[in-house]
């Protein structure tokens, strides 16, 4: 017999899920903002499906992004505001940090530390740094400078060398995050 939402709801006294309607559990415990002292509750669907909208968003401005979700475009209502200090644009709700769930995305974190600037300048790369970015540049520039298709030419050879060095600085840092 299929139960009402209602009748399910009453089973556990946990935390139900933030998302408007969603009557399931809300297992993914998710900050607010970064002082941690507020979370959401979201089920693993909800969590990953609101992530996977603010990505997005990725290139709008933090106005027009508040703007459109206030237009009811993520849960077709209005939903939570968005404090002055607010998470990570590609992972708001710090998820990966977090809980440790990962959600293919790269840390919208500045970096400071110059070897991983370096290597991004070589591979023309800017912030915020994206594993994906990574290695579509460096697939790009590899098939460009690979001594293979340059007859051996020296000054190619030399770019393939710092192309490659550079790439795996940067896949190194993320292997760490
Ligand atoms: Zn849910």
Request: hydrophobic letters at 30%.
């Amino acid at each position: 017999m299929k139960r009402t939402q209602k009748e399910k709801a009453k089973d556990f006294t946990g935390n139900r899920c933030d998302a408007p309607d969603c009557q399931e559990e809300g297992t993914c415990r998710a900050p607010k903002d970064k002082t941690l002292t507020e979370y959401y509750h979201f089920c693993p669907k909800h969590a990953r499906e609101y992530n996977e909208k603010w990505d997005y968003y990725r290139g709008m401005s933090e106005e027009e992004i508040e703007a459109n979700l206030r237009e009811d475009v993520v849960w077709h209502r209005p939903t939570w505001s968005f404090a002055s200090r607010r998470p990570s644009l590609k992972d708001p709700f710090n998820l990966q940090k977090e809980m440790g769930i990962d959600l293919g995305v790269a840390l919208n974190e500045k970096i400071t530390d110059p070897e991983i600037l370096k290597a991004m300048r070589v591979l023309g790369l800017k912030q915020p740094l994206q594993k994906e970015d990574v290695k579509d540049k460096y697939r790009e520039l590899a098939k460009k400078y690979h001594p293979d298709i340059n007859g051996g030419n020296k000054v190619a050879e030399d770019a393939f060398k710092k192309i490659s060095a550079a790439y795996m600085v940067l896949i190194k840092y993320f292997k760490k995050g």
